[in-house]
């Protein structure tokens, strides 16, 4: 991946109970071949909370920050990204609220299913071979990010 210091990246957790989410962070640098080191911009350190956590990650858990894709709404079955606890959730839409702008999002990892509200959500992208590919059929495109 061409991604080079300060830019904003996501990182994907593989801890148990984290697997699949994705935080935000900026890319402080590289420290081996597949080695990089990250600052979370939402997460702290456990051993003094008003410092940003730093850690050092595998090159393969690192990807560019997705672009932004405005949709006026969500439609069930949408695959979506649902921001909860710091970070993003992989979800498919399940239901809405009558005339509101909130959403039932199940996640198959956990099994789980919550209500968010649609500025909580956005369109669920995966980075393929250094090109953005959406997950929903009828706002499917590919998006390579320009840097």
């Known amino acids: 991946m061409a991604i080079s210091g300060g830019c904003c990246v996501e990182v994907c957790s593989k801890e ?3 697997l699949g989410s994705y935080y935000k962070a900026r890319l402080l640098g590289k420290v081996s071949k597949d080695k990089y080191l990250v600052e979370f911009l939402t997460l702290v350190s456990e051993e003094d909370e008003k410092l940003k956590l ?3 990650v595998d090159a393969a ?4 920050c997705p672009p932004a ?5 969500f439609n069930v079955l949408d695959k979506v990204d ?5 970070g993003w959730w992989v979800g498919r839409v399940t239901g809405r609220e009558f005339g509101e702008d909130k959403y039932s999002v199940y996640f ?4 789980d299913e919550f209500v968010y509200s649609g500025y909580l959500l956005r369109v669920h992208q995966e980075w393929e071979n250094g090109v953005w590919v959406t997950s929903n059929v009828r706002s499917r495109q590919r998006t390579r990010l320009i840097n």
């Open 54 to 56: 730093r850690e050092v």
């Open 69 to 73: 894709i405005k949709v006026a709404e």
């Open 16 to 18: 148990d109970g984290f």
């Open 61 to 64: 858990e690192v990807r560019p």
């Open 82 to 86: 649902a921001y909860d606890r710091d």
């Open 108 to 111: 198959e990892s956990s099994g």
